[in-house]
């Protein structure tokens, strides 16, 4: 059984959050993948982005990734444009279940509005134009986003949401 579960989805659907919820909850580790690349590169996403473009980030980004193979059972939160960079979602696919958190540009709007300094693909852009990026960019990743494995829609999350997950997964591997 593959132990390793991706958390994948756009930003703000709350990766980090039900990571943390579920690792505690399974006593799994819980690996933050911008976290890693933060420590990596001893620097803020922001900051890498607009330092050394998103091309170097998704690179350290992939590395990062890859690196998590070596942790046998954990719950890795991915970015949300982790998936559509590098053969990132074929990886994670082969090497793990991934779960799309699913939500709406309206949900994700209200998740994310008062963060937007901190997220480098949304600094510097007022309401309009912050919907109709969120719009935009979800439409560029839902091929992506498509190829997971499992996908719950946000609102419907609970704490219990992976143990149906988990009792898939085993009972799909065992037929």
Request: charged residues 40%; proline residues 2%; contains cysteine.
């Given at each position: 059984m593959k132990k390793r579960i991706y958390l994948i989805g756009f930003m703000g659907t709350g990766k980090s959050y039900w990571g943390q919820v579920w690792s505690k909850k399974y006593q799994l580790p819980f690996i933050d993948l911008d976290a890693r690349v933060e420590e990596k590169?001893?620097?803020?996403?922001?900051?890498?982005?607009?330092?050394?473009?998103?091309?170097?980030?998704?690179?350290?980004?992939?590395?990062?990734?890859?690196?998590?193979?070596?942790?046998?059972?954990?719950?890795?939160a991915c970015g949300g444009g982790t998936p559509c960079a590098l053969d990132n979602m074929q990886w994670m696919n082969e090497n793990g279940i991934t779960l799309l958190l699913e939500a709406s540009p309206a949900e994700v709007f209200e998740n994310i509005k008062r963060e937007t300094r901190s997220r480098p693909l949304l600094k510097d852009k007022n309401e309009g134009e912050l919907i109709f990026f969120i719009e935009k960019l979800m439409a560029e990743r839902k091929a992506f986003y498509d190829r997971a494995n499992?996908?719950?829609?946000?609102?419907?999350?609970?704490?219990?949401?992976?143990?149906?997950?988990?009792?898939?997964h085993l009972k799909s591997h065992h037929a």
């Open positions: 590169e001893n620097g803020k996403v922001l900051d890498i982005f607009e330092q050394k473009g998103e091309d170097y980030f998704r690179k350290v980004e992939a590395e990062c990734l890859r690196a998590t193979a070596s942790t046998e059972r954990a719950i890795i499992f996908k719950y829609p946000i609102k419907d999350l609970n704490s219990k949401t992976l143990d149906e997950l988990i009792e898939q």
